[in-house]
Structures are given as structure tokens and as C-alpha cells.
């Protein structure tokens, strides 16, 4: 059985400091869409049509993303992924088009549930 090795190139400095900076900007973000989400100035229907479009908020692990929810912790956000079958390592971007829509229809928007059964 033969291994694949990937060799990274030597990076200058100034390289070095760039891939610094975008990773602590797109950490900022992911940590910004969290504290979003946490205090309902978003919600989870929200941030998953937003993963469609930016990278850094696509590259953020379900799991984190629902345990940012209100009410959410580590158990729940583990039982909710294991029923929808959602490896615990999955990103947004690598979610499927019925895995979303489980998601949005288990956590649905303040209001929404209210809405459709006036």
C-alpha cells in the first residue's frame, strides 16, 4: 500500500504573515456568525443560505454552529446530528440539500412555528 505525501513549499515570510492574518479574519468571522446566532440577530436558515456563498462561514463545523443556537449544548447538538445523520466532523459546505432542510425544519425561526399555525 503506497502513501501519498504532500510536501508543503517553503513559505516566505511575508507569505507567512499573510496566511496569518486570513486565518485570524476568517476565525473573527466564524466567531462573529456564532455570537449572531447565539443571540438571534440571525438564524440557523440564514446562516446555512450564507454558507452558499462565503467559504469562511462554509468551512465552519456543524456542530459548532449548532451549539451556538439558544438552548442548544453539546448532547443535543450530538443527538440532533447523529437522527440526521451528520458525521460530527461535517462542515456547512459539506452538508446535503435534505441534511439542510432537516436542520432548518428542527430549529426553525422565533416565530416561524407561531406563523404557520395561525
Known amino acids: 500500500?503506497?502513501?501519498?505525501?504532500?510536501?508543503?513549499p517553503p513559505l516566505s515570510d511575508e507569505q507567512r504573515q499573510l496566511a496569518r492574518h486570513?486565518?485570524?479574519?476568517?476565525?473573527?468571522?466564524?466567531?462573529?456568525?456564532?455570537?449572531?446566532l447565539r443571540t438571534g440577530r440571525r438564524t440557523l436558515s440564514e446562516v446555512l443560505t450564507q454558507a452558499e456563498q462565503d467559504d469562511v462561514v462554509a468551512h465552519t463545523?456543524?456542530?459548532?454552529?449548532?451549539?451556538?443556537?439558544?438552548r442548544v449544548g453539546a448532547v443535543r447538538a450530538a443527538r440532533v446530528m447523529e437522527r440526521l445523520d451528520i458525521a460530527p466532523n461535517r462542515r456547512l459546505r459539506g452538508l446535503g440539500k435534505?441534511?439542510?432542510?432537516?436542520?432548518v425544519a428542527e430549529f426553525p425561526a422565533p416565530g416561524a412555528a407561531a406563523d404557520s399555525s395561525a
Open 1 to 8: 500500500m503506497r502513501t501519498h505525501v504532500v510536501t508543503i
Open 22 to 36: 486570513a486565518a485570524t479574519e476568517a476565525r473573527r468571522r466564524r466567531a462573529e456568525v456564532k455570537q449572531a
Open 61 to 70: 463545523k456543524v456542530v459548532d454552529v449548532l451549539k451556538s443556537l439558544p
Open 98 to 103: 435534505h441534511q439542510t432542510a432537516a436542520l
